[in-house]
Each structure stands twice: as structure tokens, then as C-alpha cells.
């Protein structure tokens, strides 16, 4: 079993940034694709990026190019850099880490909110 906690949300005016974390409690070794989520108010969750064990990197077409997405093993950590923040971006975001197992975990999640 995997346990997950995001960190790092908060309130940021437009074009701002801020950098998620979420740290797993098992090695994040024994995880196959982690990739971070969001839901806005009244909306569905939608995926917002993900990557792969070996580091392949995948974006949703709204966040490409201002987002950042990264794992840094030796921490068991996933990040989430966000730039340019806009205020359709305002979201609680929750990562995601998918097992070998073909089970999947996610944290509970972090909210952020861009001001205009």
C-alpha cells in the first residue's frame, strides 16, 4: 500500500507560480506512472500530466508549455511545476502513483487558487 501527501498549493495572483510536491510513502521504486489531477468546482477531474519510471513525460494541451512535471527518486517525491499560472487554473490538485500491481493510490489533495 502506497500513501500519498501533496503539498505546496496556495493562493497566487495570475502569472505566478507555484511548485507541488507529493510524497510517497513507499519507495517510489516500487511505482510504475505517477501523474498529477485536478477538479475545479462543478467539474469532473480531469488529468493534467503525467510520467513514467523511466521519465517520459506527457501534458494535457491546457498546461503544456507552464507546467513541469518531475520525480526525483532518492526522495520519493513527485513534483509539479506550475508558471504563468491563470486562473482556469484554479483547481485541487491531487497526485496519482500507479503500481506494477496495476493497483492505484491517490492523496487527498492540495488546493491552489489563481487570482485574477
Known amino acids: 500500500q502506497v500513501q500519498l501527501v501533496e503539498s505546496g498549493g496556495g493562493l497566487v495572483q495570475a502569472g505566478g507560480s507555484l511548485r507541488l510536491s507529493c510524497a510517497a510513502s513507499?519507495?517510489?521504486?516500487?511505482?510504475?506512472?505517477m501523474g498529477w489531477y485536478r477538479q475545479a468546482p462543478g467539474k469532473q477531474r480531469e488529468w493534467v500530466a503525467g510520467?513514467?519510471?523511466?521519465?517520459?513525460?506527457n501534458y494535457a494541451d491546457s498546461v503544456k508549455g507552464r507546467f513541469t512535471i518531475s520525480r526525483d527518486n532518492a526522495k520519493n517525491t513527485l513534483y509539479l511545476q506550475m508558471n504563468s499560472l491563470k486562473p482556469e487554473d484554479t483547481a485541487v490538485y491531487y497526485c496519482?502513483?500507479?503500481?506494477?500491481?496495476?493497483?492505484?493510490?491517490w492523496g487527498p489533495g492540495t488546493q491552489v487558487t489563481v487570482s485574477s
Open positions: 496519482k502513483a500507479d503500481l506494477f500491481d496495476r493497483s492505484a493510490y
Open positions: 513507499a519507495s517510489i521504486f516500487s511505482i510504475n506512472g
Open positions: 510520467i513514467t519510471r523511466s521519465r517520459n513525460t
